[in-house]
């Protein structure tokens, strides 16, 4: 049977299965991407870039269907979909917009006489290994920064999400590069490590979990090539002051419950001052409570079920876990099927395991502080450093509180906020590289210096 099956998570039905590659065709998409950076590293930047802006068109005059799809194969609400296709598009027009800039020369001033630039080149062959969650966002910001440099894509989705890869592969195709320029793979894992063992592979970028992440750094750095790794994250809620306590709940609900609860700098533990404590718990748990759980095509639909079955028993496990271990359920807990009630817990300790988890789904942590040095405290006393979020009414605070944070973002009294030119990544078990904004070009590139004598 292949790995690769559209599952609708709100129904179990298997609606399709796609062939997973024989060894043989595997090693003709690798030799096709090889093939096409000989041509694509020399097209000029502005017929990369009008490619590139044709396929952001693309994303736009197909997005219902795009839609859903991701819909029919990760269950996420149909708002929400069109949501990521036109983030999708945003991202992709980005680099599109700015190819000649990410390209450009940079000179450098020098103590001698002569001139020195750095000059940026594309390394070659790239493999992406993607999740479920965002199957056309997170393409996107690893695809389109790449392809503006000159570097040629291998990208291997998550099984769960055969249809949306062939979706992105037909947009590529159809917007007309050099054949091979972006290629999709339904491969195994082991084929996936065959991929990075291959000379003419360059660079390998993973968006996924702690372990996945693990697995190919290792892999990758025993044939030396170049890795960014964009893993979980257990993002802190900072709530120290607030005129309208409404909207920061509200916000700390959105964001919670974006994607389902399944988006990696979602916040995940909320902090609040002793003082809004008790109201925040309350106004919170209600919000929660009350957000409709239902089918992800219904228009009043808040939260869909998770990714699968699967994903919903590992939150209920864990769940169930930190209950026995001593920790309050304060709402929630329980699935049904892959959908899961919208949870909220207290009182939980270092000592609890899910003080240290990451929960990938509709809940959440609420922890009880003194003030911002203890705030500051448990949001580091973690092993990631993904995002965060600060919310308080004096500016001084949280210029103190985002240089303290241990995160690669700090978002001050907002959520939702990312958008194509803000990078993203974090640090720690989080990852070790940046993607979105200006900065994702740099990851895959041979930054080469070019020195002439006076």
């Excluded at 795009?66 to 708002?79: D, H, P, S």
């Excluded at 790239?126 to 040629?152: D, E």
């Excluded at 007309?176 to 084929?191: I, R």
Aim: glycine share 8%; with cysteine.
């Amino acid at each position: 049977m292949s790995e690769y099956a559209v599952v609708n998570p709100a129904t179990g039905e298997t609606l399709a299965t796609y062939p997973t590659l024989t060894d043989e065709e595997l090693q003709e998409k690798i030799g096709a991407a090889d093939a096409a950076f000989r041509v694509w590293r020399d097209t000029p930047v502005a017929e990369r870039a009008a490619l590139l802006r044709r396929v952001a068109e693309l994303h736009r005059e197909r997005r219902d269907e795009l839609a859903r799809i991701i819909v029919r194969e990760v269950g996420k609400t149909t708002e929400a979909a069109l949501g990521e296709v036109d983030f999708a598009a945003d991202i992709t027009e980005f680099y599109a917009d700015n190819a000649e800039r990410i390209t450009a020369d940079q000179p450098l001033d020098i103590l001698g006489d002569g001139t020195a630039v750095v000059r940026k080149a594309p390394i070659g062959v790239l493999l992406g290994i993607m999740p479920w969650n965002f199957p056309y966002y997170q393409v996107a910001r690893f695809s389109a920064p790449n392809l503006a440099i000159g570097n040629t894509i291998l990208l291997k989705h998550a099984p769960q999400c055969p249809e949306s890869s062939a979706a992105i592969e037909q947009m590529y195709a159809d917007a007309g590069p050099p054949e091979g320029s972006y290629v999709n793979l339904y491969a195994t894992n082991d084929q996936a490590a065959t991929v990075i063992a291959d000379r003419r592979v360059q660079g390998v970028s993973v968006t996924g979990s702690e372990r996945a992440g693990a697995a190919v750094a290792e892999l990758a750095g025993r044939h030396l090539k170049k890795v960014a790794l964009e893993l979980g994250g257990s993002d802190p809620f900072i709530v120290l002051s607030t005129t309208d306590l409404d909207a920061t709940v509200t916000a700390a609900v959105d964001g919670r419950l974006d994607n389902n609860g399944q988006s990696c700098n979602a916040p995940k533990r909320f902090i609040v001052a002793d003082e809004l404590y008790d109201d925040f718990l309350e106004k919170f748990t209600r919000a929660m409570s009350s957000s409709k759980v239902g089918d992800p095509f219904a228009e009043d639909t808040i939260l869909g079920p998770l990714s699968s079955v699967a994903a919903a028993e590992r939150l209920q496990e864990q769940i169930d876990t930190a209950v026995a271990q001593g920790a309050r359920l304060v709402a929630g807990g329980t699935r049904d099927g892959a959908f899961f009630a919208p949870t909220v817990l207290t009182d939980v300790t270092p000592e609890m395991d899910v003080y240290r988890e990451e929960l990938f789904g509709p809940a959440g942590v609420v922890y009880r502080v003194a003030g911002e040095e203890e705030a500051v405290h448990l949001a580091n006393d973690t092993s990631f450093g993904l995002g965060s979020y600060v919310f308080t009414t004096d500016p001084e605070q949280a210029d103190r509180v985002a240089d303290a944070i241990d995160a690669g973002m700090v978002y001050v009294n907002c959520v939702l906020a990312d958008s194509p030119e803000l990078p993203f990544g974090g640090v720690k078990r989080s990852g070790t590289s940046r993607e979105m904004g200006l900065l994702a070009a740099d990851e895959f590139v041979n930054k080469k210096l070019v020195r002439v004598a006076g």
